[in-house]
């Protein structure tokens, strides 16, 4: 079991390929989320009740509108000033060069939680991706399928105040510490498009949870070796501080996306296992083949 002091950073995708196709909620990009008894902000009202409003933000939303500005308060970008104390400095030591420069391209605030209009605009002016709110999961295909269009189906609200380092759900500090600033990479950004275009292409059933095991091992959890050194590009890894840490711990294997569409894996737990490229541009052209000539 991890403790506080060893932060879990889960993603909307990653739980939702777990939960398989059966009894999914339906193709609707609004489920708003439910707390767990166990989730760190359950029995605090005020956050709850704060929780509901930013959904209900994303729930009125209008695909194509301007994003409606969340109001964070003091507390909440306290938060976020917390992340990156934790963070900033596991980017330096264990970041891909790729991400480092993108993420000096988005020029985040670190004392405040920037809004998502004005982060999206400036991922749109460098890969044509942009971001849109969305109050909780949304189902996996219509995530992925988004990706095809050049669309982030994100989250707005922060993660509970009394554990700044941890979230058992996708928050917007991920979403943005993690896939905005990768979307500001040309070639990471063309990837999640190309995933979304194979996911278009591809039936319900085991070739889907195959192809979803290849962007968990790749967009979510991917590293590579930079001048000797092992980095990281996948967006769950960049976004925990305690991730970044342990992937020296886990087991390196072979880039081999056959290998990884058949792998099994638990988000519950620091990832035992990584597959590894022998460089960014390896793993880009790797990834970009198996992905086109997906059928």
Known sequence: MRTQAEPLLVDHVDMR??????????????????????HPGF?????????????????????????????????????????WDAIEAAHGEHACKQY????SRLELPRDRIPQMREVSKRVEAISGF???PVAGLV??????????????LSTQYIRHHSTPLY???PDVAHEIIGHAVTLANEELAELNRLFGEAVKRTPRGEAMERLSRVYWFTIEFGAVREDGKLKAYGTGLLSSAGE??????AELLPLDLEAASSREYDPTHYQPTLFCADSFDAMYRTVKDYLTGWR
């Open 130 to 132: 942009r971001l849109e």
């Open 139 to 152: 189902e996996p295909r219509v995530f992925l399928e988004s990706l095809a269009r050049g669309v982030f």
């Open 100 to 103: 480092l420069f993108a993420l």
């Open 244 to 249: 970044l840490r342990a992937m020296h711990e």
């Open 43 to 83: 029995r605090d009202a005020a956050y709850r009740e704060r929780r509901n409003f930013i959904a209900r933000l994303a729930m009125n939303y209008e695909p194509g509108a301007t994003i409606p500005d969340a109001p964070y308060t003091a507390d909440e970008h306290k938060v976020w000033s917390l992340i």
């Open 167 to 169: 979230t058992p759900e």
């Open 17 to 38: 390929m777990v939960a398989g196709e059966e009894g999914e909620p339906a193709a609707d990009r609004n489920n708003i989320v439910q707390l767990d008894p166990d």
